[in-house]
């Protein structure tokens, strides 16, 4: 980061060393939640491609139409073995019909990243609404493209597969030589972590929707069960860790916040794609919450400077 202070530059080499370790590239932007100029970043502003991490400004543009009574959040809507999306949780693994609210829906993407609960509260919000609410919170570089669907669809073409199935393994062969254009956030759901952390901001200080809407946010976000990634790195009782992990081939990331006891909170969002292909690499996923707890010690130890 150019023009970094001493205290900044010191925590981009040990988080710069932390994710060569972890044989990941990583993108990091950590900042106090109530004195954003005071962060830790590293390559904050490029975009990459995120995975289900497009389910949090998914998210804020339901809550906004719902805001402004264009949807009824308790709108049921039923789902069938057509509607199902690959994914490995929720009603994805599901084989009967099943009749949920729109909200109950959005508490499911984001709580358990359910793949076909996020392709059905997007084809009811339209993606024109996700980019709208991008350009009016100053999300420049945040983009949807028609979220796990349409990635899923790039995903068969880019690797000339004939199922998803295929296409997953092939980007999961260390010994496949996967095309470029398959991590280019060009035409995938993609954003910057310096977008994820505005939005996360404007979410956890009541402007992203309605003081009712931005409760109801926060609490989804609180119930992801994932502990391996953001919240690895703050293994305490009295820490509160709310996030949204995305995964995407090689691609690992979070964008959360961590608020301490004390009352001080920080908005946390690395990125990262591995050296390796392989499905299972704990420390690409632990790496991810070791170098937001570098970055937030390294503010709480410098704050007012």
């Known amino acids: 980061m150019s023009g970094a202070t001493g205290w900044e530059a010191r925590a981009q080499r040990a988080i710069r060393g932390m994710f060569a370790d972890a044989g990941v590239r990583g993108w990091l932007h ?7 100029e005071a962060c830790v970043t590293i390559d904050p502003d490029e975009p990459v491609p995120v995975g289900s991490v497009y389910k949090v400004p998914l998210m804020a543009a ?27 949780t929720g009603i994805s693994i599901l084989r009967d019909d ?32 996700v980019d ?12 949807i493209h ?7 669809a790039q995903l068969m073409a880019e690797t000339g597969t004939e199922s998803l199935g295929a296409a ?13 254009v398959v991590y280019s956030p060009l035409l995938k759901a993609s954003a910057t972590p310096s977008d994820m952390a505005r939005l996360l901001r404007a979410i956890w200080t009541g402007r992203a929707a309605s003081a009712e809407s ?32 995305g995964t995407f081939g090689s691609m690992r990331h979070e964008a959360g916040v961590v608020e301490l006891a004390d009352g001080s909170a920080y908005t946390a969002v690395v990125f990262t794609q ?21 970055a937030v010690e390294e503010l709480r130890g410098n704050e007012g400077t």
Request: hydrophobic letters at 45%; glycine letters at 8%.
């Open 132 to 143: 709208a609410v991008c350009r009016e919170l100053g999300l420049p570089f945040t983009r």
């Open 168 to 180: 997953m393994r092939r980007l999961a062969d260390n010994d496949a030589t996967v095309p470029p």
């Open 62 to 88: 339901f809550c906004r139409l719902a805001d402004a009574g264009t949807l009824d959040p308790r709108e049921r809507m039923t789902l069938g073995p057509a509607d199902r999306m690959p994914g490995p």
């Open 214 to 245: 931005c409760a109801f946010m926060r609490d989804a976000m609180g119930k992801q069960p994932w502990t391996h990634r953001l919240a690895s790195g703050f293994p305490y009782d009295d820490v509160t860790v709310s996030g949204k992990t």
């Open 98 to 129: 099943i009749t949920l609210s729109l909200r109950d829906l959005v508490v499911l993407m984001m709580s358990v990243s359910d793949n076909t609960a996020a392709d059905a509260v997007l084809r009811r919000v339209g993606t024109e609404a």
């Open 30 to 36: 950590v900042a106090d939640l109530y004195r954003p």
């Open 146 to 152: 028609g979220g796990v669907a349409t990635t899923f």
């Open 274 to 294: 591995a050296a390796r292909a392989d499905s299972r690499l704990p420390r690409a996923d632990a790496v991810i919450g070791a170098a937001a707890r570098i």
